[in-house]
T-cell receptor
Framework: KAGVTQTPRYLIKTRGQQVTLSCSPI?????VSWYQQTPGQGLQFLFE???????NKGNFPGRFSGRQFSNSRSEMNVSTLELGDSALYLC?????????????FGEGSRLTVL | QQQVKQSPQSLIVQKGGISIINCAYE??????FPWYQQFPGKGPALLIA?????SEKKEGRFTISFNKSAKQFSLHIMDSQPGDSATYFC???????????FGQGTRLTINP
């Protein structure tokens, strides 16, 4: 069974640009959640989608958004990039309907903002 | 009530020794207590988890201990091996949780 796939793995952007990251969950998983990982702040929850609906959201500005498609694939978008957005962005899928239970993480998309 | 405190931030243990990482929480509604393991360049992966109906769970060299009254749970790695060198995160949560809070992470180094 294929794991969680994130693309692209690495990308470099400049301040003010926008970026879109993609996540394909494990087949059959309908919940996808996104996280930002930085050395200073650790792992921080961004948002969670289930059946194309955002169910939960962390404490991030509106520049961070996402969506989920009918096949459970998800994208997150960051607009007007800032230097502080440089981070590893991880997505996770789960079989359950919420944030409890085992999360299966992808390897992440490493974003560098110059 | 979402605060999660993990300690220590870093830990160095000799091969064959016992590694102990602690996680303290405030939300008494939590009912799922996992530990995730992350190697460099990889995403976190579930290592072991416990529900509050038991106080201890063992899987091979890994044991999770849960103290409900103290609102904390711990990861014990027996006979620590260099391959256990990784960053470990706790992420207690509950059904219906509206966001997920991870501990700050513990970078474990096992010296050969």
């Amino acid at each position: 069974k294929a794991g969680v796939t994130q693309t692209p793995r690495y990308l470099i952007k400049t301040r003010g640009q926008q970026v879109t990251l993609s996540c394909s969950p494990i087949s059959g998983h309908r919940s996808v959640s996104w996280y930002q990982q930085t050395p200073g702040q650790g792992l921080q929850f961004l948002f969670e989608y289930f059946s194309e609906t955002q169910r939960n959201k962390g404490n991030f500005p509106g520049r961070f958004s996402g969506r989920q498609f009918s096949n459970s694939r998800s994208e997150m978008n960051v607009s007007t990039l800032e230097l502080g957005d440089s981070a590893l962005y991880l997505c996770a899928s789960s079989l359950g309907t919420g944030l409890t239970g085992e999360l299966f993480f992808g390897e992440g998309s490493r974003l560098t903002v110059l | 009530q979402q605060q999660v405190k993990q300690s220590p931030q870093s830990l160095i243990v000799q091969k064959g020794g016992i590694s102990i990482i602690n996680c303290a929480y405030e939300n008494t509604a939590f009912d799922y207590f996992p530990w995730y393991q992350q190697f460099p360049g990889k995403g976190p992966a579930l290592l072991i988890a416990i529900r509050p109906d038991v106080s201890e769970k063992k899987e091979g060299r890994f044991t999770i201990s849960f103290n409900k009254s103290a609102k904390q749970f711990s990861l014990h790695i027996m006979d620590s091996q260099p391959g256990d060198s990784a960053t470990y995160f706790c992420a207690p949560n509950n059904r219906g949780a509206q966001k997920l809070v991870f501990g700050q992470g513990t970078r474990l180094t096992i010296n050969p």
